[in-house]
């Protein structure tokens, strides 16, 4: 497949800047994938496409505060934006800045952090190496990192967490997730709807285009993830008994579909393994597991643990929508987001969401 396959013109006036409140006010586009047909809802109408003993699966990775400010030893500024922690004290990051080669130290801003720059990696990417760990200190110091797209301040930074957030270690959030309000997880739990959690630290590669044009040669970029024993158990135990499998956003989907190719005994790099004959294993429980995932999921690509999936609108040419075209097929995608746009969508971020139904 081609990047242009992905590719669509969206009006800049419905990417949208704030959230909308309350939570769960958005819109929802419900996409049916067998017959074709697209639904105008709102998103507190969600519970009516589900049924009792369906589980929703969602992301509960929390968005650090990861825009960090500071001075060189030299007097000049720069700007660090945490990308993954790979030690105790040890960060990957993009570094904003003049001359930040390695060896450079620093000291952050209204805090007595400091660091050292101890190895140069690709474009802006920098190890960086600090004094002391610097978790305890980001409430205190750190910004939130809001998307590029966005460009108004946002006045409360937990409406870029998801409202069951726990787990510290995403640069972006989960932002289909951003929907949910308290109400509506107890009015879902209320109608028999089983709520489980799995993690993956969400990368800033995730808003990142595929630049090459034959798809299938797009290197995924990698993301932690974690789910539970007790977690999989549930899941097998709810998909046995009958019920559909919801996965909350695209960063779940990964996480899920990745439990299912490690049940199905892949351990290693999820690229080639992701294209098993289908006819092979069709359907297999998901085991658990925690560590990377590479899964690059576009189309050809065989879902063996997702049912349904809730998502937002996403960039073009972005990995995160070829996830989406491989779960509702291609033409339906392009009519499903030419519809949205037409009826002004909110997009990306903070924009209004979409379930897609078998």
Same mark, same amino acid.
């Given at each position: 497949?081609?990047?242009?396959?992905?590719?669509?013109?969206?009006?800049?006036?419905?990417?949208?800047?704030?959230? /909308?409140?309350?939570?769960?006010?958005?819109?929802?586009? *419900?996409?049916?994938?067998?017959?074709?047909?697209?639904?105008?809802?709102? +998103?507190?109408?969600?519970?009516?496409?589900? #049924?009792?003993?369906?589980?929703?699966?969602?992301?509960?990775?929390?968005?650090?505060?990861?825009?960090?400010?500071?001075?060189?030893?030299?007097?000049?500024?720069?700007?660090?934006?945490?990308?993954?922690?790979?030690?105790?004290?040890?960060?990957?990051?993009?570094?904003?800045? !003049?001359?930040?080669?390695?060896?450079?130290?620093?000291?952050?801003?209204? &805090?007595?952090?400091?660091?050292?720059?101890?190895?140069?990696? &690709?474009?802006?990417?920098?190890? /960086?190496?600090? @004094?002391?760990?610097?978790?305890?200190?980001?409430?205190?110091?750190? !910004?939130?990192?809001?998307?590029?797209?966005?460009?108004?301040?946002?006045?409360?930074? @937990?409406?870029?967490?998801? /409202?069951?957030?726990? /787990?510290?270690?995403?640069?972006?959030?989960?932002?289909?997730?951003?929907?949910?309000?308290?109400?509506?997880?107890?009015?879902?739990?209320?109608?028999?709807?089983?709520?489980?959690?799995?993690?993956?630290?969400?990368?800033?590669?995730?808003?990142?285009?595929?630049?090459?044009?034959?798809?299938?040669?797009?290197?995924?970029?990698?993301?932690?993830? &974690?789910?539970?024993?007790?977690?999989?158990?549930?899941?097998? @135990?709810?998909?046995?008994?009958?019920?559909?499998?919801?996965? *909350?956003?695209? #960063?779940?989907?990964?996480?899920?579909? #990745?439990?299912?190719?490690?049940?199905?005994? *892949?351990?290693?790099?999820?690229?080639?393994? &992701?294209?098993?004959?289908?006819?092979?294993?069709?359907?297999?429980?998901?085991?658990?597991?925690?560590?990377?995932?590479?899964? +690059?999921?576009?189309?050809?690509?065989?879902?063996?643990?997702?049912?349904?999936?809730?998502?937002?609108?996403?960039?073009?040419?972005?990995?995160?929508?070829?996830?989406?075209?491989?779960?509702?097929?291609?033409?339906?995608?392009?009519?499903?987001?030419?519809?949205?746009?037409?009826?002004?969508?909110?997009?990306?971020? +903070?924009?209004?969401?979409?379930?897609?139904?078998?």
């Amino acid at each position: 497949m081609h990047l242009s396959d992905f590719d669509y013109n969206l009006p800049p006036h419905l990417i949208a800047q704030t959230p /909308i409140e309350p939570r769960h006010a958005s819109r929802l586009l *419900v996409v049916e994938r067998d017959s074709g047909q697209i639904h105008h809802r709102r +998103f507190s109408d969600l519970s009516r496409y589900l #049924t009792h003993g369906d589980i929703m699966v969602a992301n509960d990775s929390r968005v650090l505060p990861a825009r960090l400010f500071g001075t060189k030893a030299t007097g000049g500024k720069l700007e660090l934006l945490l990308l993954k922690r790979l030690g105790e004290r040890t960060w990957e990051v993009l570094a904003g800045g !003049k001359r930040l080669r390695t060896g450079v130290t620093f000291s952050l801003n209204n &805090s007595p952090v400091k660091g050292q720059i101890i190895e140069e990696l &690709s474009g802006a990417r920098r190890l /960086i190496e600090f @004094e002391q760990p610097i978790s305890p200190h980001l409430p205190e110091i750190g !910004k939130m990192p809001l998307p590029p797209y966005i460009h108004q301040p946002l006045a409360d930074p @937990e409406r870029y967490q998801t /409202i069951y957030s726990r /787990i510290d270690g995403s640069a972006a959030a989960p932002t289909a997730g951003l929907h949910f309000s308290p109400e509506m997880l107890l009015a879902l739990r209320e109608n028999g709807i089983i709520l489980e959690y799995v993690t993956l630290h969400v990368g800033l590669d995730t808003f990142k285009p595929v630049e090459v044009d034959d798809i299938s040669r797009h290197e995924i970029h990698s993301e932690w993830a &974690s789910l539970s024993a007790g977690t999989a158990r549930r899941i097998n @135990e709810a998909k046995l008994a009958g019920g559909r499998l919801l996965a *909350v956003g695209t #960063t779940s989907a990964r996480t899920l579909e #990745t439990a299912a190719l490690r049940s199905a005994g *892949v351990s290693g790099s999820l690229k080639e393994a &992701s294209r098993l004959d289908p006819t092979l294993c069709p359907w297999k429980p998901v085991a658990a597991f925690e560590g990377q995932t590479d899964l +690059f999921i576009y189309p050809g690509f065989t879902f063996r643990a997702v049912d349904l999936l809730l998502t937002n609108f996403h960039l073009p040419k972005s990995s995160l929508l070829m996830l989406v075209s491989a779960f509702m097929g291609l033409d339906l995608m392009r009519r499903a987001y030419a519809e949205a746009i037409a009826r002004e969508y909110r997009f990306y971020s +903070f924009g209004d969401a979409m379930l897609i139904l078998p």
